[in-house]
């Protein structure tokens, strides 16, 4: 399963990570300076790239 995380600086947003990571997932994260979240066109065009299930 593939899973794309916001915010993945962060402590919950790492944390979510390696969560993800222990269990088998593919985890794929961007931080705040990676991605604005407030830029609908960015967040768009990351998750089209990472093609997450969740």
Same mark, same amino acid.
């Given at each position: 399963?593939?899973?794309?995380?916001? &915010? !993945?600086? &962060?402590?919950? &947003? @790492? *944390?979510?990570?390696? $969560?993800? !990571?222990?269990?088998?997932?593919? $985890?794929? &994260?961007?931080? @705040? $300076?990676?991605?604005?979240?407030?830029? !609908?066109? *960015?967040?768009?065009? $990351?998750?089209?790239?990472? @093609?997450?299930?969740?």
């Amino acid at each position: 399963m593939r899973v794309f995380v916001t &915010g !993945a600086g &962060g402590q919950v &947003g @790492r *944390a979510l990570l390696d $969560a993800c !990571a222990t269990r088998g997932f593919e $985890a794929f &994260g961007k931080g @705040r $300076a990676e991605l604005d979240v407030t830029n !609908a066109r *960015a967040v768009r065009d $990351a998750i089209e790239q990472v @093609r997450p299930d969740w």
